[in-house]
Each structure stands twice: as C-alpha cells, then as structure tokens.
C-alpha cells in the first residue's frame, strides 16, 4: 500500500543448496516497531541485510517508499568506532554533510545525555567498554536521523545499564522529539523476547523465521 514504508514480495535467499529465505513477504508501515525471531540460522541477519541494502534477493523483490540512500540505518552486534573521540564518532554522519558546527553539537549533546555518554564525549572511543561502544553506534545512528532504524541484535550482549540507556533514548526520540524513528528489526533471541514482557510489547509485529519461511 501507500502508506508502506518498506514492502518486501516473494523474497527468495540462496546460498548454494541452501536457502535462507524462502518466499517472504513482509510490509512495515510509518511508525511500527517489527521484531523477528529465530534460531541461529535462520535468516534473521539476511532478511535484515537485504532490506538495508547491504545484499540483495536471489529472487522477490524489496520496494521502499523513496530511493534515498539515507532512508536505511542499520546498528550491528558489533561495533565500529574511528579512532577519535566520543562526540566525533556521533557526529561523523552529519560531518559528511557538512552540517554547521553549532547544530551539529546540539544535537550530539542531546543524543549524548540521553545515552550516559556526555562525560565521556572527549574519551578516546575505541577504547571504552563494549556497551558503551555500543551506545556510541546508537547515538550516531540516531543522528542520522534516517527514517528506517535497524538493529541486528543491537542490545543482546550488552549488560543492564547500556540497553536501559539504549532502549530510554529511543523510546524518547520515536515519542517526545517526534523524529520519524521507524525500527524494522529488534533482533533478539527468542527466548529473550520471550520472557521480556516490555521488550515484546514495543513489536507491533513479531515474525518467526525457521529457516524457509516467516509465519
């Protein structure tokens, strides 16, 4: 429909003999929050890949409602951080579009206080803990600010604190700063999702992949 703002049909993933996805389809709508599910294996990370763009379909398609490549974000298990300082990790997204300076260290501040990152901005980040690394890679995803936020197993190694901080700041970013947050892919393990009650609320659809085929 209209009002998708990804549309997946027919989805088909091979890898030799092997397929990872077969026949899915998929549709997100503006403001909708999808979890998906599985074991290891079972075509979570290759769903998610296709959809950012990051690899294609061996057949199907994927139709997104603009082809701006910045529509997709994407925040992995592992993160990447550039040898300089915390607010310069954050801020390298709208240093690539040579966002005025003044605008620029507002919104980092902002993102940054409401990951517990703002006294540690002039750190050196590479070398900060794996949850905090990992709230970096959410804050600078965030200040992308694209519209589809995707994370592939984001928050499911970090202790405690981190994913409080990581799930707080985009409760608050989707609702009270009214920023068009729209994650695909709370990518958990099943178990996990399971025995959150919060975590499985947030999903305004939660999709099981076994291997071949989302139900």
């Known amino acids: 429909t209209m009002e998708d703002v990804i549309r997946a049909e027919g989805l088909v993933k091979s890898f030799g003999a092997t397929r990872a996805l077969d026949g899915l389809d998929l549709s997100v709508a503006s403001g909708e929050v999808h979890g998906f599910l599985g074991p290891n294996g079972a075509g979570k990370s290759t769903l998610l890949n296709i959809v950012s763009r990051i690899d294609s379909a061996s057949e199907g398609g994927v139709f997104y409602e603009s082809e701006d490549p910045r529509l997709v974000t994407q925040v992995f298990q592992q993160p990447y951080m550039l040898r300089t300082s915390v607010e310069r990790n954050i801020q390298y997204p709208l240093r690539l579009r040579n966002w005025p300076e003044e605008g620029m260290k507002k919104r980092s501040n902002e993102l940054m206080e409401d990951l517990g990152l703002l006294d540690l901005r002039h750190q050196k ?42 799930q707080a700041a985009l409760d608050e970013v989707a609702q009270l700063r009214r920023v068009p947050l729209r994650p695909l892919g709370r990518h958990r393990p099943l178990e996990r999702l399971h025995a959150d009650e919060e975590q499985a609320q947030r999903c305004r659809s939660k999709h099981q992949l076994s291997g071949t085929l989302a139900i």
């Not at 694209?146 to 981190?162: F, G, H, K």
């Open 125 to 166: 980040a590479w070398k900060l803990s794996g949850g905090e690394k990992q709230r970096i890679s959410i804050a600078r995803a965030l200040l992308k600010n694209a519209p589809i936020l995707i994370l592939d197993e984001a928050t499911s190694a970090l202790d405690n604190e981190s994913e409080y901080y990581i």
